[in-house]
């Protein structure tokens, strides 16, 4: 036995320096390959790699590219974004490989952020699955289908942490926690690069906003960041950190500033922590015309912030021009060193080489590839399995889920039919055209006369909101009928049913860039609606369509049930379907708490203690007046048609040293009539620290599967990593003392244990 372990542990070994030595040895031939390009390359031609224009109609900045063709084709382009097709990247590769002087192939980029052709969920909704290897599955499948249409670069993943929800691009991201985060971070890197690129079907991601872009004040997108270096290290950081250590080939700089310095000028992000302390070495590209913003920012002119860019160590310009306009001549005066714009194009040309576009430029440019990839069956089958494990059952009192399909059900609402709406933000190569409503879907499990429906408002009344969303695609036109007809139509078909299903929320464009929202309810004549279905006295079920958490306080205490189903991609109707009739148990938890309001927002369950901790009978302590301290549904939250207990904790000791390890378990016991799955939760507290702590983290869960009546127990380990923190010196290290240890189903209820970390 001993023999066996000791040869494997050799035969390991062995791969290991075998792979390392490879590694290296690729390294050197691209090392020797990119010195003699860039000996032949010119200052101006240097300067051009650093250059990323759009070439394409998904523009998402007031900035056009112009004339992209023509600096093709004088050597003035590193990349393009926003093309895609076999035929349009090859056009585009051909003028840069046959027609300029030194041949170099472009990158091609694109957001592939929740799918490309086939769309799966928002992230947030695919976060709340809390199934890695799923999320890994959907940047897999998308790697897949976007190399077969000419791409090899995705702006993907944005792992920015979100405590806010009136931030539209919470719907971008896996939530309030950087443990998760980071997770879900590293997934979604290996999905989209797979091990290396020696296959033609992984891209490059890029990790984006780097940094802090999550933090914007007020929840207003763009808006200034300030924050301390310890929330930084210990909140924000860590999930860019973790798609560094899953090999995240390129980093996006973010809009905001941080301690006073735009992200794409601050040369203490770039150079210092991303290159110097996580020894980055993958290339950087700024955000859409971050770097001309800069000079909102009011950092300086054109001149100064293209300085700024390069010094703070950023390789690559999108759609500003500005490192175009003034690269060269920044060094020519001395004010930027040649090295920095050498090591610059240096990354940009070691991307290509690791994607091997130099070997062949049109590696990613296959007809035959495309017809096969896109949209296949496979594909549909994973965006629906997706778009169940995302959905989240917040409420369902008397277990009025799942639906008996023997009654009259009355479907309600302007989203029972809606496509437009389906695919959510970011889903620029998606045809909303494919989507399949939950409409269709139900029409297809039980043929249409059985069926009861209302569109009972338009999606969205208010005019002036109207004229904001329609010029980005949102096609919100106002039914004909007044919105009295239109509620009264909808009351006279829930009165022929037994039970209502509204399906109700956001249009896409309410989520996503440019998207913050003041109010975070529903919409005044939604609202209404149930409030007219509500005097019904049926019982209610509310589908959401939304891509941020919701303020849902009225509906919580007067509807039966609330299905949280984000938007769910090109398979949404079906998988909705599924769930609302009990072919799938839900078993998603929301990655972000819902609030009550948005008075309480920052609101997350990881904060620290006051000195005065909330007691509702004492005056002087940390509270509302008007609401609890705790959120409507806590993060981890999500119900399941059955029901999980949790009883008995226990630690097998109470007492380690730094290298030693403690079990914590709990029996895990379905005690309701469906099977169905359960992500426990592990969490703990440290509860003496050199600086203040959070009186909860989560550090470890499983998402385990019962039998109606089964029980199993569930164990965690605890290593002295997990203990460890940013101490004020920003240092990483465990501090001994006393740790809580919480395990249950979501944040807020957990057993709880403890242990003491001795020196
Ligand atoms: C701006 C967004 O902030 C970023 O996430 C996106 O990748 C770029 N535009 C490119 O579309």
Known sequence: MKLLSLSLLLVFSLSLVEGQTKKQAVNSKRNTFVTKLMSKMTLEEKVGQLNLPSVGFDVTGPIVSQGVEEKIKKGLVGGVFNTFTPIAVRKLQEMAVNETRLKIPLLFGYDVIHGHRTIFPIALGLSASWDLSLIERTARAAAEEASADGLNWTFSPMVDIARDPRWGRVSEGAGEDPYLGSLIAKAMVKGYQGDNFDKNNTIMACVKHFALYGAGEAGRDYNTVDMSRLRMYNEYFPPYKAALEAGVKSVMTSFNEIEGVPASGNKWLMEEVLRKQWGFAGLIVTDYTAINEMINHGVGDERKVAELTLNAGVDMDMVGELLLKHGAELVKSKIVKQAQIDAACRRILEAKFDLGLFDDPYRFVSEERNAQEMMNQQKLNLSKEAAIKSMVLLKNAGQILPLNANQKIAFIGPLVKNQRDLLGSWSGAGDWKKAVSLWSALENKFGSDKLLFAKGCNLVDDEELMKKLNPHGAELVADERSPEKMIDEAVKVANRSSV????????????????????????????????????????????????????????????????????????????????????????????????????????????????????????????????????????????????????????????????????????????????????????????????????????????????????????????????????????????????????????????????????
Not at 509 to 517: F, H
Not at 736 to 755: L, M, Y
Request: a neutral charge; zero cysteines; glycine letters at 10%.
């Open 500 to 759: 209502i299903v509204a399906v109700l929320g956001e249009p896409f464009g309410m989520s996503g860039e440019a998207a913050s929202r003041s109010m975070i309810g529903l919409l005044d004549n939604q609202a209404e609606l149930l409030r007219a279905l509500k005097a019904t006295g049926k019982p209610i079920i509310l589908v959401l369509m939304n891509g941020r958490p919701l303020t849902l306080e009225w509906e919580d205490k007067n509807l039966d049930a609330i299905l949280e189903t984000w938007f769910s991609g090109t398979n949404a109707g079906p998988a909705i379907a599924d769930v609302l009739f009990g072919n799938a148990n839900p078993s998603g938890k929301i990655t972000m708490s819902f609030p009550r309001n948005v008075g309480q927002i920052p609101i997350y369950y990881n904060s620290k203690n006051t000195g005065r901790p909330l007691d509702v009978n004492q005056k002087y302590t940390s509270k509302y007046l008007d609401v609890p301290n705790d959120p409507l549904y806590p993060f981890g939250f999500g119900l399941s048609y059955t029901n999980f207990t949790y009883s008995g904790i226990s630690l097998d000791q109470k007492e380690i040293k730094p290298g030693q390890k403690i079990e914590a378990s709990i029996t895990l016991s379905n005690t309701g009539k469906y099977d169905g799955e359960e992500v426990v939760q592990f969490y703990i507290q440290d509860v003496v620290g050199s600086i203040t702590r959070p009186v909860k983290e989560l550090k470890g869960f499983k998402k385990v599967f019962l039998k109606a009546g089964e029980s199993k127990a569930i164990t965690f380990t605890i290593s002295n990593d997990d203990l460890k923190f940013y101490n004020a010196n920003l240092k990483y290290a465990s501090e001994p003392g006393e740790f809580k240890v919480f395990i249950g189903g979501n944040s807020r209820d957990v057993k709880t244990s403890n242990f003491k970390l001795n020196p």
